[in-house]
């Protein structure tokens, strides 16, 4: 039971244009989502969050929007650079344990 | 200087054998976690622990067991080793069991599991 689906497993963007990364979740319960970004042979690591009463939230490049009627929610990476390269989690949590999705890896072609 | 760190980072074992993994942080955070990443890639929780008390089990095997002698500590032994326990498994911390407002997990880079 896949409670936060990230559908697409990789993303292939130019450098300099926009990557767009979705995820949707089914439980109403989730009320903070945080997407975090994992280098191979790393750990994941934070990269931005939003909370439910907010439907954005942005950090430099990094935008997160969120539509709560969609249970849905995107990650917006403006300019995109190779450097961004990596895998893209989606987490939820609606109370202190995070549920994961399954990850986007996001490709920034020179 | 490493905020959550795993030992050891590589870790091949025969069936049946029983191990441990470590996990220490630096961080001063009360909650701990390990998190399992299976074949397919999901993150899944198996354990997590607060002030030394375990709050979450998630459906393990009996033969996985944390161990937490400190806040800064949780260690996972896992016994009788078996194929399917091969997977990356993580560690990682919080601040409270509240994730509202605060940037989440701090991870340790995992340590990756084989069972030949």
């Known amino acids: 039971d896949q409670q936060v689906k990230q559908n697409s497993p990789s993303l292939s963007v130019q450098e300099g244009r926009i990557s767009i990364l979705n995820c949707d979740y089914t439980n109403s319960m989730f009320d903070y989502f945080l997407w975090y970004k994992k280098y191979p042979a790393e750990g994941p690591t934070f990269l931005i969050s939003i909370s439910s009463i907010k439907d954005k939230n942005e950090d430099g490049r990094f935008t997160v929007f969120l539509n709560k009627s969609a249970k849905h929610l995107s990650l917006h990476i403006v300019p995109s650079q190779p450097g961004d390269s990596a895998v893209y989690f989606c987490a939820a949590t609606g109370s202190y344990q995070l549920t994961f999705g399954k990850g986007t890896k996001l490709s920034v072609i020179p | 200087d490493t905020a959550v760190s795993q030992t050891p980072k590589y870790l091949v074992t025969q069936m049946g054998n029983d191990k441990s993994i470590k996990c220490e942080q630096n961080l001063g955070h009360d909650t701990m976690y390990w998190y399992k990443q299976d074949s397919k890639k999901f993150l899944k929780i198996m354990f997590s622990?607060?002030?030394?008390?375990?709050?979450i089990n998630e459906t393990v095997p009996n033969r996985f067991s944390p161990k937490s002698p400190d806040k800064a500590h949780l260690n996972l032994h896992i016994n009788s080793l078996e194929l399917g326990d091969s997977a990356v498994y993580f560690c990682?911390?919080?601040?409270?069991?509240?994730?509202?407002?605060?940037?989440?997990?701090?991870f340790g880079s995992g340590t990756r599991l084989t069972v030949v």
């Open positions: 622990y607060n002030n030394k008390e375990l709050i």
């Open positions: 990682a911390s919080s601040q409270g069991l509240g994730l509202t407002g605060t940037y989440g997990y701090t």
